[in-house]
Protein backbone atom coordinates (compact mmCIF):
# COMPACT_ATOMS: atom_id res chain seq x y z
CA UNK A 1 0.00 0.00 0.00
CA UNK A 2 1.63 3.29 -1.35
CA UNK A 3 1.27 6.34 1.01
CA UNK A 4 -1.13 9.21 -0.60
CA UNK A 5 -1.29 12.08 1.79
CA UNK A 6 -4.94 13.09 2.08
CA UNK A 7 -3.53 17.35 1.95
CA UNK A 8 -3.01 17.28 -1.92
CA UNK A 9 -3.90 16.80 -5.28
CA UNK A 10 -2.65 14.46 -7.87
CA UNK A 11 -1.67 14.18 -11.17
CA UNK A 12 -2.43 10.68 -13.45
CA UNK A 13 1.48 11.07 -14.73
CA UNK A 14 1.95 11.20 -10.61
CA UNK A 15 2.86 14.47 -9.39
CA UNK A 16 1.34 16.18 -6.34
CA UNK A 17 0.79 19.68 -5.84
CA UNK A 18 -0.45 21.12 -2.63
CA UNK A 19 -3.37 23.21 -2.88
CA UNK A 20 -3.10 25.81 -0.27
CA UNK A 21 -0.89 29.50 0.57
CA UNK A 22 0.80 31.57 -1.91
CA UNK A 23 3.23 29.15 -3.19
CA UNK A 24 2.40 25.54 -3.89
CA UNK A 25 4.73 22.63 -3.94
CA UNK A 26 4.83 20.09 -6.68
CA UNK A 27 7.02 16.34 -6.37
CA UNK A 28 6.33 13.27 -6.96
CA UNK A 29 3.78 10.41 -5.56
CA UNK A 30 5.07 7.49 -3.47
CA UNK A 31 3.52 5.03 -5.95
CA UNK A 32 6.16 7.11 -8.58
CA UNK A 33 9.13 6.24 -6.64
CA UNK A 34 8.61 2.97 -5.74
CA UNK A 35 8.14 2.18 -9.86
CA UNK A 36 11.01 4.45 -10.96
CA UNK A 37 13.42 2.81 -7.86
CA UNK A 38 16.68 4.09 -6.84
CA UNK A 39 16.73 7.81 -8.38
CA UNK A 40 20.35 8.73 -9.50
CA UNK A 41 19.41 12.41 -11.37
CA UNK A 42 17.04 15.13 -11.41
CA UNK A 43 16.48 17.88 -13.92
CA UNK A 44 14.87 20.87 -12.74
CA UNK A 45 13.62 24.22 -14.28
CA UNK A 46 15.08 27.53 -13.02
CA UNK A 47 13.33 29.65 -10.34
CA UNK A 48 11.47 32.43 -12.55
CA UNK A 49 10.55 30.00 -15.35
CA UNK A 50 6.81 30.02 -16.60
CA UNK A 51 5.19 26.62 -16.59
CA UNK A 52 1.94 25.78 -18.21
CA UNK A 53 -0.46 23.34 -17.13
CA UNK A 54 0.18 19.73 -18.48
CA UNK A 55 3.88 21.01 -19.63
CA UNK A 56 7.32 18.94 -19.32
CA UNK A 57 9.12 20.94 -16.55
CA UNK A 58 11.89 18.45 -15.61
CA UNK A 59 13.00 14.95 -15.85
CA UNK A 60 13.94 12.27 -13.37
CA UNK A 61 16.12 9.37 -13.66
CA UNK A 62 16.48 5.68 -12.28
CA UNK A 63 18.90 3.12 -12.50
CA UNK A 64 15.77 1.70 -14.49
CA UNK A 65 13.97 4.59 -16.60
CA UNK A 66 14.22 7.87 -17.20
CA UNK A 67 10.51 9.74 -17.10
CA UNK A 68 9.62 12.91 -18.47
CA UNK A 69 7.77 15.18 -14.76
CA UNK A 70 4.62 17.22 -15.93
CA UNK A 71 3.50 20.70 -14.39
CA UNK A 72 0.54 19.98 -12.43
CA UNK A 73 -0.96 23.73 -12.99
CA UNK A 74 0.23 26.34 -14.19
CA UNK A 75 2.40 29.18 -12.85
CA UNK A 76 5.97 31.01 -12.28
CA UNK A 77 8.57 28.62 -10.39
CA UNK A 78 9.68 30.70 -7.21
CA UNK A 79 11.65 28.14 -5.70
CA UNK A 80 13.63 24.95 -6.83
CA UNK A 81 14.39 22.17 -4.37
CA UNK A 82 18.42 22.30 -5.35
CA UNK A 83 19.25 19.58 -2.50
CA UNK A 84 17.80 16.89 -5.13
CA UNK A 85 20.84 17.98 -7.52
CA UNK A 86 23.52 16.21 -5.10
CA UNK A 87 20.73 13.97 -2.56
CA UNK A 88 18.23 12.04 -5.27
CA UNK A 89 17.54 9.75 -3.17
CA UNK A 90 15.64 11.90 -1.14
CA UNK A 91 12.98 11.18 -3.75
CA UNK A 92 12.92 7.81 -2.88
CA UNK A 93 13.50 8.38 1.47
CA UNK A 94 10.49 10.97 1.74
CA UNK A 95 8.80 11.88 -1.65
CA UNK A 96 6.03 14.28 0.33
CA UNK A 97 8.09 15.66 2.29
CA UNK A 98 12.61 16.46 2.36
CA UNK A 99 11.99 15.45 -1.80
CA UNK A 100 9.87 18.12 -3.29
CA UNK A 101 10.71 19.61 -5.80
CA UNK A 102 9.51 23.10 -7.29
CA UNK A 103 7.63 26.32 -5.27
CA UNK A 104 5.07 27.17 -7.56
CA UNK A 105 3.24 30.62 -7.40
CA UNK A 106 -0.43 29.93 -9.21
CA UNK A 107 -1.74 31.33 -11.84
CA UNK A 108 -4.94 29.63 -12.31
CA UNK A 109 -6.37 28.72 -9.16
CA UNK A 110 -9.44 27.13 -10.74
CA UNK A 111 -6.73 24.39 -12.10
CA UNK A 112 -6.80 22.25 -8.97
CA UNK A 113 -10.08 21.68 -10.07
CA UNK A 114 -8.44 19.45 -12.97
CA UNK A 115 -6.42 17.69 -10.54
CA UNK A 116 -7.28 13.97 -9.13
CA UNK A 117 -8.52 13.99 -5.20
CA UNK A 118 -6.54 11.33 -3.31
CA UNK A 119 -9.42 9.39 -3.42
CA UNK A 120 -9.72 9.39 -7.21
CA UNK A 121 -5.55 8.70 -7.69
CA UNK A 122 -5.51 5.80 -4.93
CA UNK A 123 -8.32 3.91 -7.48
CA UNK A 124 -5.76 4.77 -10.40
CA UNK A 125 -2.67 2.94 -8.71
CA UNK A 126 -4.64 0.16 -7.57
CA UNK B 1 30.03 -25.52 -20.76
CA UNK B 2 31.47 -24.63 -17.14
CA UNK B 3 32.98 -20.94 -16.66
CA UNK B 4 35.30 -19.62 -14.24
CA UNK B 5 36.55 -16.32 -14.62
CA UNK B 6 39.98 -15.55 -13.80
CA UNK B 7 40.00 -13.07 -10.46
CA UNK B 8 43.10 -11.86 -9.25
CA UNK B 9 42.90 -9.79 -5.97
CA UNK B 10 43.96 -8.91 -2.45
CA UNK B 11 42.24 -8.31 0.20
CA UNK B 12 39.47 -7.54 -1.93
CA UNK B 13 41.11 -5.55 -4.20
CA UNK B 14 41.72 -6.14 -7.93
CA UNK B 15 44.85 -6.34 -9.74
CA UNK B 16 46.96 -3.07 -8.52
CA UNK B 17 47.64 -0.03 -11.11
CA UNK B 18 50.86 -0.16 -12.32
CA UNK B 19 51.23 3.27 -9.94
CA UNK B 20 50.55 1.18 -7.28
CA UNK B 21 52.82 -1.67 -7.94
CA UNK B 22 56.08 0.99 -7.97
CA UNK B 23 56.55 4.37 -8.06
CA UNK B 24 60.11 5.44 -8.90
CA UNK B 25 61.25 8.93 -9.84
CA UNK B 26 63.20 9.33 -12.21
CA UNK B 27 65.72 11.84 -13.69
CA UNK B 28 66.09 13.11 -16.97
CA UNK B 29 67.85 15.70 -18.56
CA UNK B 30 65.68 18.33 -20.77
CA UNK B 31 68.59 21.00 -20.67
CA UNK B 32 68.04 22.85 -23.90
CA UNK B 33 65.12 21.14 -25.45
CA UNK B 34 62.02 23.54 -24.44
CA UNK B 35 61.85 26.29 -22.39
CA UNK B 36 62.38 25.64 -19.20
CA UNK B 37 59.23 26.64 -17.47
CA UNK B 38 57.50 24.11 -20.06
CA UNK B 39 59.67 21.04 -19.09
CA UNK B 40 60.51 19.26 -15.73
CA UNK B 41 63.67 17.54 -14.75
CA UNK B 42 61.96 14.38 -12.70
CA UNK B 43 59.30 12.32 -13.22
CA UNK B 44 57.64 9.83 -11.00
CA UNK B 45 56.75 6.70 -12.95
CA UNK B 46 56.50 3.03 -12.27
CA UNK B 47 59.55 0.95 -12.51
CA UNK B 48 58.48 -2.73 -13.27
CA UNK B 49 60.65 -5.56 -15.52
CA UNK B 50 58.90 -7.07 -18.69
CA UNK B 51 57.61 -9.77 -16.71
CA UNK B 52 56.30 -7.77 -14.04
CA UNK B 53 54.46 -5.69 -16.60
CA UNK B 54 53.53 -9.00 -19.13
CA UNK B 55 52.25 -10.08 -16.19
CA UNK B 56 50.15 -7.29 -15.06
CA UNK B 57 48.76 -6.83 -18.55
CA UNK B 58 47.91 -10.91 -19.20
CA UNK B 59 46.11 -10.49 -16.13
CA UNK B 60 43.81 -7.60 -16.69
CA UNK B 61 43.22 -9.77 -19.87
CA UNK B 62 42.29 -12.68 -18.35
CA UNK B 63 39.35 -10.74 -15.54
CA UNK B 64 37.93 -9.10 -19.20
CA UNK B 65 35.52 -11.22 -21.89
CA UNK B 66 35.97 -10.41 -25.67
CA UNK B 67 34.65 -12.33 -28.67
CA UNK B 68 37.71 -14.06 -28.68
CA UNK B 69 36.57 -16.23 -25.62
CA UNK B 70 32.80 -16.72 -26.30
CA UNK B 71 29.88 -15.24 -28.27
CA UNK B 72 29.26 -12.02 -27.82
CA UNK B 73 24.77 -11.15 -28.88
CA UNK B 74 24.63 -7.34 -27.86
CA UNK B 75 21.51 -6.68 -30.16
CA UNK B 76 22.36 -4.20 -32.49
CA UNK B 77 25.65 -4.01 -32.16
CA UNK B 78 27.03 -6.51 -34.66
CA UNK B 79 30.06 -7.88 -32.31
CA UNK B 80 31.92 -9.65 -35.38
CA UNK B 81 35.20 -11.35 -35.00
CA UNK B 82 37.73 -8.77 -36.62
CA UNK B 83 39.80 -10.98 -38.62
CA UNK B 84 43.63 -10.45 -37.21
CA UNK B 85 44.66 -10.41 -41.37
CA UNK B 86 43.00 -7.08 -40.83
CA UNK B 87 45.19 -5.92 -38.16
CA UNK B 88 48.17 -7.09 -40.26
CA UNK B 89 47.38 -5.18 -43.40
CA UNK B 90 47.23 -2.27 -41.24
CA UNK B 91 50.63 -2.65 -39.51
CA UNK B 92 52.20 -3.00 -42.99
CA UNK B 93 54.91 -0.32 -42.76
CA UNK B 94 53.58 0.78 -46.44
CA UNK B 95 50.87 2.00 -44.19
CA UNK B 96 52.55 4.19 -42.09
CA UNK B 97 52.28 7.62 -45.07
CA UNK B 98 52.23 11.07 -43.51
CA UNK B 99 49.00 12.71 -44.59
CA UNK B 100 50.52 15.61 -45.86
CA UNK B 101 52.67 14.12 -48.57
CA UNK B 102 51.37 15.20 -52.30
CA UNK B 103 49.06 13.27 -54.18
CA UNK B 104 51.57 12.06 -56.68
CA UNK B 105 53.78 10.06 -54.10
CA UNK B 106 50.61 8.11 -52.59
CA UNK B 107 48.86 6.56 -55.17
CA UNK B 108 48.52 3.90 -53.44
CA UNK B 109 47.31 4.98 -50.33
CA UNK B 110 44.72 7.11 -52.99
CA UNK B 111 43.85 3.93 -54.74
CA UNK B 112 42.75 2.04 -52.12
CA UNK B 113 41.00 5.07 -50.58
CA UNK B 114 39.20 5.34 -54.07
CA UNK B 115 38.34 1.86 -54.17
CA UNK B 116 36.60 1.66 -50.28
CA UNK B 117 34.70 5.07 -51.72
CA UNK B 118 33.65 2.39 -55.13
CA UNK B 119 33.29 -0.71 -52.57
CA UNK B 120 30.51 1.26 -50.34
CA UNK B 121 28.85 3.00 -52.67
CA UNK B 122 28.00 -0.08 -54.53
CA UNK B 123 27.06 -2.33 -51.36
CA UNK B 124 24.83 0.64 -50.14
CA UNK B 125 23.63 1.39 -53.97
CA UNK B 126 25.17 5.01 -53.70
CA UNK B 127 26.78 7.23 -55.85
CA UNK B 128 29.49 8.98 -53.64
CA UNK B 129 31.25 8.81 -50.62
CA UNK B 130 32.83 10.40 -47.74
CA UNK B 131 35.30 8.27 -46.04
CA UNK B 132 36.11 11.26 -43.75
CA UNK B 133 33.67 10.90 -40.99
CA UNK B 134 35.27 9.21 -37.77
CA UNK B 135 32.32 7.46 -35.96
CA UNK B 136 29.23 6.27 -36.95
CA UNK B 137 27.32 8.85 -35.32
CA UNK B 138 29.76 11.55 -36.83
CA UNK B 139 28.20 9.90 -39.84
CA UNK B 140 24.88 10.77 -39.03
CA UNK B 141 25.29 14.09 -38.25
CA UNK B 142 27.72 14.68 -41.55
CA UNK B 143 24.58 13.10 -43.38
CA UNK B 144 22.16 15.72 -41.76
CA UNK B 145 24.53 18.27 -42.21
CA UNK B 146 24.35 17.28 -46.21
CA UNK B 147 20.67 17.34 -46.37
CA UNK B 148 20.61 20.75 -44.69
CA UNK B 149 23.18 22.32 -47.27
CA UNK B 150 20.85 20.48 -49.82
CA UNK B 151 17.84 22.26 -49.34
CA UNK B 152 19.34 25.19 -48.01
CA UNK B 153 21.15 25.29 -51.82
CA UNK B 154 17.77 25.37 -53.04
CA UNK B 155 16.26 27.97 -50.76
CA UNK B 156 14.28 25.86 -48.84
CA UNK B 157 14.22 26.16 -45.34
CA UNK B 158 12.88 23.00 -43.55
CA UNK B 159 12.75 22.47 -39.74
CA UNK B 160 12.06 18.54 -39.04
CA UNK B 161 12.92 15.42 -38.70
CA UNK B 162 11.06 12.64 -38.02
CA UNK B 163 12.74 9.36 -36.06
CA UNK B 164 10.90 6.23 -35.54
CA UNK B 165 10.59 5.68 -31.44
CA UNK B 166 12.56 2.72 -31.45
CA UNK B 167 15.31 4.14 -33.07
CA UNK B 168 19.02 4.91 -31.65
CA UNK B 169 19.52 7.43 -29.63
CA UNK B 170 22.40 9.05 -31.46
CA UNK B 171 19.54 9.66 -34.53
CA UNK B 172 17.58 12.38 -32.52
CA UNK B 173 21.27 14.07 -31.15
CA UNK B 174 22.29 14.25 -34.79
CA UNK B 175 19.49 15.65 -35.84
CA UNK B 176 18.78 18.06 -32.84
CA UNK B 177 23.11 18.96 -33.23
CA UNK B 178 22.19 20.17 -37.01
CA UNK B 179 20.05 22.49 -35.90
CA UNK B 180 16.39 20.51 -36.53
CA UNK B 181 13.02 19.95 -34.17
CA UNK B 182 12.81 16.14 -33.68
CA UNK B 183 9.24 14.36 -34.52
CA UNK B 184 8.95 11.32 -33.41
CA UNK B 185 6.99 8.48 -35.21
CA UNK B 186 5.44 5.52 -32.91
CA UNK B 187 5.45 2.23 -33.86
CA UNK B 188 2.21 0.38 -35.66
CA UNK B 189 1.06 -3.06 -33.85
CA UNK B 190 3.36 -5.05 -36.01
CA UNK B 191 6.06 -3.30 -34.37
CA UNK B 192 7.30 -1.15 -37.85
CA UNK B 193 6.57 2.27 -39.47
CA UNK B 194 2.67 3.22 -38.55
CA UNK B 195 2.09 4.79 -41.94
CA UNK B 196 -0.99 6.74 -40.61
CA UNK B 197 1.43 8.28 -38.33
CA UNK B 198 3.77 9.12 -41.09
CA UNK B 199 1.52 10.54 -43.57
CA UNK B 200 0.56 12.93 -40.54
CA UNK B 201 3.94 13.77 -39.75
CA UNK B 202 5.24 14.62 -43.00
CA UNK B 203 5.32 18.44 -43.94
CA UNK B 204 6.61 20.82 -45.97
CA UNK B 205 9.10 21.03 -42.61
CA UNK B 206 10.26 17.93 -43.15
CA UNK B 207 13.85 18.15 -44.00
CA UNK B 208 14.67 14.09 -43.80
CA UNK B 209 13.31 11.01 -42.21
CA UNK B 210 15.79 8.64 -40.66
CA UNK B 211 15.38 4.64 -40.41
CA UNK B 212 17.11 1.74 -40.50
CA UNK B 213 15.87 -1.31 -42.48
CA UNK B 214 15.35 -3.98 -41.08
CA UNK B 215 14.47 -1.96 -38.02
CA UNK B 216 15.72 -2.62 -34.04
CA UNK B 217 13.73 -4.82 -33.76
CA UNK B 218 14.95 -6.56 -36.87
CA UNK B 219 11.96 -6.58 -38.68
CA UNK B 220 11.97 -5.33 -42.83
CA UNK B 221 10.34 -2.06 -43.68
CA UNK B 222 7.57 -3.69 -46.13
CA UNK B 223 6.65 -0.32 -47.20
CA UNK B 224 9.85 1.33 -47.59
CA UNK B 225 9.10 2.17 -51.27
CA UNK B 226 6.35 3.39 -50.59
CA UNK B 227 7.62 5.55 -47.51
CA UNK B 228 10.67 6.90 -49.68
CA UNK B 229 7.48 8.15 -52.28
CA UNK B 230 5.47 10.10 -49.43
CA UNK B 231 8.77 11.88 -48.22
CA UNK B 232 10.08 12.55 -51.35
CA UNK B 233 6.54 14.02 -52.68
CA UNK B 234 6.94 16.58 -49.81
CA UNK B 235 10.65 17.60 -50.62
CA UNK B 236 12.01 15.90 -47.70
CA UNK B 237 15.00 13.02 -48.15
CA UNK B 238 15.55 9.77 -46.63
CA UNK B 239 17.97 8.55 -44.33
CA UNK B 240 19.41 5.29 -43.57
CA UNK B 241 21.10 4.18 -40.58
CA UNK B 242 23.36 1.47 -41.39
CA UNK B 243 23.09 0.01 -38.03
CA UNK B 244 21.66 -2.97 -39.31
CA UNK B 245 22.96 -3.42 -43.19
CA UNK B 246 24.81 -6.67 -41.84
CA UNK B 247 21.01 -8.38 -42.62
CA UNK B 248 21.20 -7.24 -46.71
CA UNK B 249 24.51 -7.32 -46.81
CA UNK B 250 25.32 -8.18 -50.94
CA UNK B 251 21.62 -9.08 -51.12
CA UNK B 252 19.47 -5.25 -51.16
CA UNK B 253 20.66 -2.03 -51.63
CA UNK B 254 19.80 1.06 -49.80
CA UNK B 255 19.80 3.10 -52.61
CA UNK B 256 17.58 0.81 -54.52
CA UNK B 257 14.90 1.22 -51.61
CA UNK B 258 15.18 5.05 -52.48
CA UNK B 259 17.18 6.25 -49.39
CA UNK B 260 18.98 9.38 -50.64
CA UNK B 261 21.75 9.52 -47.57
CA UNK B 262 23.26 6.73 -45.69
CA UNK B 263 26.06 6.04 -43.26
CA UNK B 264 28.05 2.81 -43.05
CA UNK B 265 29.44 1.47 -39.52
CA UNK B 266 32.25 -0.22 -40.50
CA UNK B 267 32.96 -1.66 -36.84
CA UNK B 268 29.80 -3.71 -37.52
CA UNK B 269 29.10 -4.67 -41.06
CA UNK B 270 32.90 -4.70 -41.69
CA UNK B 271 34.58 -6.09 -38.42
CA UNK B 272 37.01 -3.44 -37.78
CA UNK B 273 37.17 -3.21 -33.88
CA UNK B 274 34.89 -1.25 -32.06
CA UNK B 275 36.79 1.38 -30.91
CA UNK B 276 36.50 1.29 -27.18
CA UNK B 277 36.10 5.08 -27.61
CA UNK B 278 39.22 4.66 -30.24
CA UNK B 279 40.01 5.41 -33.70
CA UNK B 280 36.85 4.56 -35.80
CA UNK B 281 34.80 5.45 -39.47
CA UNK B 282 31.57 6.42 -40.05
CA UNK B 283 31.30 6.83 -43.90
CA UNK B 284 28.35 8.70 -45.73
CA UNK B 285 27.09 7.44 -48.89
CA UNK B 286 24.31 9.87 -51.15
CA UNK B 287 22.88 9.88 -54.59
CA UNK B 288 24.53 12.14 -57.26
CA UNK B 289 22.08 15.20 -56.28
CA UNK B 290 23.86 15.35 -53.30
CA UNK B 291 27.54 14.36 -53.51
CA UNK B 292 28.47 18.08 -54.57
CA UNK B 293 28.02 19.30 -50.56
CA UNK B 294 30.51 16.18 -48.98
CA UNK B 295 33.31 17.15 -47.14
CA UNK B 296 36.48 17.65 -48.51
CA UNK B 297 38.73 15.81 -49.34
CA UNK B 298 37.45 13.00 -51.63
CA UNK B 299 39.40 10.61 -54.11
CA UNK B 300 39.05 10.51 -58.00
CA UNK B 301 40.71 8.82 -60.42
CA UNK B 302 41.85 10.64 -63.44
CA UNK B 303 43.82 10.11 -66.28
CA UNK B 304 47.10 11.27 -64.60
CA UNK B 305 46.19 9.29 -61.13
CA UNK B 306 44.40 9.44 -58.00
CA UNK B 307 43.67 12.80 -57.19
CA UNK B 308 42.28 14.24 -53.99
CA UNK B 309 39.48 17.28 -54.21
CA UNK B 310 37.16 19.33 -53.21
CA UNK B 311 33.15 18.98 -53.72
CA UNK B 312 32.17 22.48 -55.40
CA UNK B 313 29.67 23.02 -52.44
CA UNK B 314 31.05 20.87 -49.73
CA UNK B 315 30.79 21.42 -46.61
CA UNK B 316 33.66 21.26 -45.09
CA UNK B 317 36.08 18.88 -43.02
CA UNK B 318 34.23 17.03 -40.34
CA UNK B 319 37.35 15.15 -39.50
CA UNK B 320 41.22 15.47 -40.37
CA UNK B 321 42.78 14.51 -44.01
CA UNK B 322 41.01 11.11 -45.12
CA UNK B 323 39.67 9.92 -41.71
CA UNK B 324 40.82 7.28 -39.65
CA UNK B 325 42.91 5.81 -42.68
CA UNK B 326 44.05 2.33 -40.80
CA UNK B 327 40.19 1.51 -40.25
CA UNK B 328 39.89 2.14 -43.57
CA UNK B 329 42.29 -0.03 -44.38
CA UNK B 330 41.23 -2.63 -42.32
CA UNK B 331 37.45 -2.48 -43.53
CA UNK B 332 39.25 -2.28 -46.97
CA UNK B 333 41.12 -5.68 -46.16
CA UNK B 334 38.04 -7.51 -44.97
CA UNK B 335 35.44 -6.20 -47.97
CA UNK B 336 38.44 -7.51 -50.70
CA UNK B 337 38.70 -10.67 -49.08
CA UNK B 338 35.32 -11.66 -49.16
CA UNK B 339 34.30 -10.07 -52.42
CA UNK B 340 31.14 -10.35 -53.06
CA UNK B 341 30.01 -13.87 -52.79
CA UNK B 342 31.41 -13.58 -48.99
CA UNK B 343 29.34 -10.21 -48.10
CA UNK B 344 26.13 -12.12 -49.15
CA UNK B 345 27.15 -15.42 -47.43
CA UNK B 346 27.62 -13.26 -44.49
CA UNK B 347 24.42 -12.09 -44.26
CA UNK B 348 22.70 -14.80 -45.03
CA UNK B 349 24.54 -16.81 -41.94
CA UNK B 350 23.63 -13.66 -39.83
CA UNK B 351 19.96 -14.58 -40.66
CA UNK B 352 20.43 -18.06 -40.28
CA UNK B 353 22.28 -18.05 -36.52
CA UNK B 354 19.70 -15.41 -35.32
CA UNK B 355 16.96 -17.60 -36.35
CA UNK B 356 18.42 -21.03 -34.78
CA UNK B 357 18.85 -19.40 -31.78
CA UNK B 358 15.99 -17.84 -31.35
CA UNK B 359 13.93 -21.51 -31.76
CA UNK B 360 16.41 -22.72 -29.40
CA UNK B 361 15.30 -20.51 -26.32
CA UNK B 362 12.12 -21.03 -23.98
CA UNK B 363 11.71 -16.80 -24.07
CA UNK B 364 9.09 -15.60 -26.06
CA UNK B 365 9.94 -13.29 -29.18
CA UNK B 366 6.61 -11.15 -29.84
CA UNK B 367 7.77 -9.39 -33.45
CA UNK B 368 8.94 -11.62 -36.42
CA UNK B 369 9.51 -12.32 -38.73
CA UNK B 370 13.14 -11.17 -37.84
CA UNK B 371 16.32 -11.09 -39.97
CA UNK B 372 19.44 -11.00 -38.39
CA UNK B 373 18.77 -10.03 -34.71
CA UNK B 374 15.13 -10.54 -32.80
CA UNK B 375 13.46 -8.72 -29.01
CA UNK B 376 12.97 -11.80 -27.40
CA UNK B 377 11.06 -10.97 -23.76
CA UNK B 378 11.94 -12.28 -20.35
CA UNK B 379 8.51 -11.56 -19.68
CA UNK B 380 7.96 -11.35 -15.42
CA UNK B 381 11.69 -12.17 -14.57
CA UNK B 382 14.24 -9.08 -15.21
CA UNK B 383 16.03 -8.77 -18.14
CA UNK B 384 18.61 -7.32 -16.38
CA UNK B 385 18.55 -10.09 -13.95
CA UNK B 386 18.64 -12.65 -16.43
CA UNK B 387 21.48 -11.06 -18.54
CA UNK B 388 23.63 -10.79 -15.24
CA UNK B 389 23.23 -14.49 -14.85
CA UNK B 390 23.58 -15.11 -18.29
CA UNK B 391 27.37 -13.58 -17.63
CA UNK B 392 27.85 -17.43 -14.79
CA UNK B 393 27.45 -19.15 -18.05
CA UNK B 394 29.94 -18.11 -19.78
CA UNK B 395 28.47 -15.94 -22.53
CA UNK B 396 27.88 -12.32 -23.04
CA UNK B 397 24.24 -11.78 -22.84
CA UNK B 398 22.41 -9.85 -25.00
CA UNK B 399 21.17 -5.95 -24.81
CA UNK B 400 18.70 -5.45 -22.34
CA UNK B 401 15.73 -2.98 -22.01
CA UNK B 402 15.78 -1.80 -25.19
CA UNK B 403 13.64 -1.40 -27.85
CA UNK B 404 11.39 0.03 -25.37
CA UNK B 405 8.35 -1.32 -27.89
CA UNK B 406 9.01 -4.84 -25.96
CA UNK B 407 9.16 -4.64 -22.41
CA UNK B 408 11.71 -6.62 -20.60
CA UNK B 409 13.49 -7.31 -24.16
CA UNK B 410 16.82 -9.00 -24.69
CA UNK B 411 17.96 -7.88 -28.28
CA UNK B 412 20.29 -10.83 -29.17
CA UNK B 413 22.50 -10.65 -32.49
CA UNK B 414 24.77 -13.60 -32.57
CA UNK B 415 26.27 -12.86 -36.05
CA UNK B 416 27.47 -14.92 -38.72
CA UNK B 417 30.55 -15.71 -37.17
CA UNK B 418 28.93 -18.19 -34.22
CA UNK B 419 28.55 -22.02 -35.25
CA UNK B 420 26.02 -24.25 -34.35
CA UNK B 421 27.91 -25.32 -30.47
CA UNK B 422 28.27 -21.97 -29.90
CA UNK B 423 24.66 -20.98 -30.84
CA UNK B 424 23.72 -24.01 -28.54
CA UNK B 425 25.92 -22.44 -25.62
CA UNK B 426 23.86 -19.27 -25.91
CA UNK B 427 20.71 -21.08 -26.15
CA UNK B 428 21.57 -23.27 -22.73
CA UNK B 429 22.87 -19.78 -21.43
CA UNK B 430 19.59 -18.48 -21.78
CA UNK B 431 17.22 -21.37 -20.53
CA UNK B 432 19.33 -21.81 -17.67
CA UNK B 433 19.45 -18.20 -16.74
CA UNK B 434 15.61 -17.95 -17.78
CA UNK B 435 14.84 -20.81 -15.02
CA UNK B 436 17.16 -20.38 -12.39
CA UNK B 437 15.53 -19.13 -9.15
CA UNK B 438 14.85 -15.27 -8.05
CA UNK B 439 18.22 -15.62 -5.87
CA UNK B 440 20.23 -16.94 -7.83
CA UNK B 441 18.98 -14.14 -10.72
CA UNK B 442 19.62 -11.47 -7.97
CA UNK B 443 22.86 -12.22 -6.75
CA UNK B 444 24.31 -12.82 -10.22
CA UNK B 445 27.15 -13.23 -11.54
CA UNK B 446 29.19 -14.98 -9.15
CA UNK B 447 31.53 -16.77 -11.43
CA UNK B 448 33.31 -13.55 -13.02
CA UNK B 449 36.45 -11.50 -11.87
CA UNK B 450 33.95 -8.43 -11.40
CA UNK B 451 30.42 -9.38 -9.43
CA UNK B 452 27.38 -7.70 -8.91
CA UNK B 453 27.84 -4.25 -9.54
CA UNK B 454 26.49 -1.64 -6.91
CA UNK B 455 25.34 0.89 -10.38
CA UNK B 456 23.22 3.23 -8.20
CA UNK B 457 26.27 4.27 -6.32
CA UNK B 458 28.31 4.66 -9.55
CA UNK B 459 25.15 6.87 -10.98
CA UNK B 460 24.95 8.94 -7.31
CA UNK B 461 28.70 8.93 -7.27
CA UNK B 462 30.26 8.42 -10.96
CA UNK B 463 34.41 9.31 -10.93
CA UNK B 464 34.87 10.39 -14.32
CA UNK B 465 38.34 10.96 -14.16
CA UNK B 466 41.68 9.19 -12.90
CA UNK B 467 42.01 11.58 -10.39
CA UNK B 468 39.07 10.42 -8.56
CA UNK B 469 40.59 7.05 -8.03
CA UNK B 470 42.23 8.83 -4.86
CA UNK B 471 38.97 9.70 -3.37
CA UNK B 472 37.95 7.79 -0.39
CA UNK B 473 34.51 8.59 -0.29
Redesign the interface.
Known amino acids: MFEIPDDRKYLESHEWTTTEGDAVRIGISDFAQDELGDVVFVELPAEGDELAAGEEFGVVESIKAVSDLYAPISGTVTAVNEELFDAPELLNDDPYGDGWMLELEPADESEFDDLLSPEEYREQTE | MNFDQARFSRDDEYEPLLSEKDSTTVEVDSEGVLPDDLTRDELTLPALSEPQLARHYTRLSQMNYSVELGPYPLGSCTMKYNPSFTEDVAADPNAGVHPDRSDRTIQGTLGLLHGLQEYLADIGGMDAVTLQPPAGAAGEFTGILVAKAYHESRGDDRSEIIIPSSAHGTNFASAAMAGYDVVELPSDDDGRVDMEALDAAISEETAALMLTNPNTLGLFERDIVDIAEMVHDAGGLLYYDGANLNALLGRARPGDMGFDIMHYNVHKTFATPHGGGGPGAGPVGVVEELAEFLPSPMVRETAAGYEQYEPESSIGKVHGFAGNWLVLVKAYAYIARLGDAGLADASAKAVLNANYLASQIDLEVPYGPFHHEFAATSGDRDAADVAKRMLDYGVHPPTT ?1 WPELVSQAMLTEPTEVEDKASLDDLAHAFNAAYADSDEALETAPTKTSARRID ?2 SA ?2 NPRLSWQALGDDE
Open positions: KQVAR
